[in-house]
């Protein structure tokens, strides 16, 4: 991270940019569907009145009927930006995952060619990540589901749903996190060893096997890094909303954008380092375990010890 810090905003520019991107198209097609959205007269007469039962009455009278044009808009926009996310991911990875080949085989002085890949596994790779998150974002919705069937109406039990919910949605996270780690540990193997989508996941699976101690250190190492920063960000980010009573809101809107573009600078810097670490465990030998000659005891000869000599037990207490 210290060393390249290219690579990191190399990271921060590609995520960035289809942040921005994907941004202005949800507040495009935000746009373009409130234009959709008919309001008459008696709906702005409503709307004005700054009663909370009337303008309610208003919005629902304007939305009426378009929630199904409101749908098709978010599938088409979600099915746009994840084939756009596939193709950018795929190939920003390939060029990251690239040069960090380039700079641990320069460090370890290996001047032996790189196998031959191409970015079809990393395009699958992609799809697979994409088709666990639709996945996780199913199973949260089945945990609201069956939140709500616990929850019958003539017997309501908001605690039961909540917990049901929770309880779902955090095994549902904590699959949907291992699983997209291992895919994402995989992508390593596509450009180093020139394997197909199956066979990157089975090699991630191999080096887990084999290097579980450093596998896990890494992870826990950087995960500690990236929890600290989460504190740090979050606590300053109160700052700016304690002093909100004072501050007008454009500052203190502009300190929160501010802190949050901080903190995803430094979790992209640390995915990178985390990346290079593993990297560095796969390509760097392997540090040889220091062996020690057994201790073998020299056996004593039977005439060491004098029979006739005291032992400290032996001796009586004096009064």
Known sequence: MFRRPSLGFAEIAWRWS??????????????????????????????????????????????????????EAFVVLALALTVGWILLAALARAATIKALLTHFREESDSSEPGPIWRIDPLLGLNFLRAAVTLAAVVGCFAGLVLGGMAS???????????????????????????????????????????????????????????????????????????????????????FPLGVATVLPWPMVLGGLIVVTLLYFAVADFLYMGRLAAYMAILELPELPVPSFPPLVLSPQPSNCIDPHELILSDVPAVS
């Not at 009145?49 to 929630?67: D, E, K, N």
């Not at 991630?204 to 190492?221: E, I, K, M, P, T």
């Open 152 to 238: 019958p109406p003539d017997e309501p039990a908001p605690e039961g749903t909540f917990l049901i919910l929770l309880s779902i949605a955090g095994l549902v996270w904590l699959a949907w996190s291992m699983v997209n780690w291992l895919l994402s540990l995989a992508a390593i193997f596509v450009v180093a060893n020139g394997r197909d989508t199956f066979g990157a996941i089975a090699d991630a699976v191999d080096l887990l096997r084999r290097r579980s101690g450093s596998v896990f250190a890494v992870g826990a190492s950087f995960g500690l890094a990236h929890t600290a920063a989460f504190v740090v960000a979050s606590t300053a980010a109160a």
């Open 18 to 71: 289809f942040g921005a991107v994907a941004g202005l198209l949800i507040t495009l097609s935000g746009f373009e569907y409130l234009d959709t959205l008919p309001v008459t007269r008696s709906d702005l007469w409503l709307l004005r009145t700054r009663q909370p039962l009337l303008i309610s009455q208003a919005v629902g009278h304007i939305v009426r009927g378009s929630g199904f044009r409101l749908v």
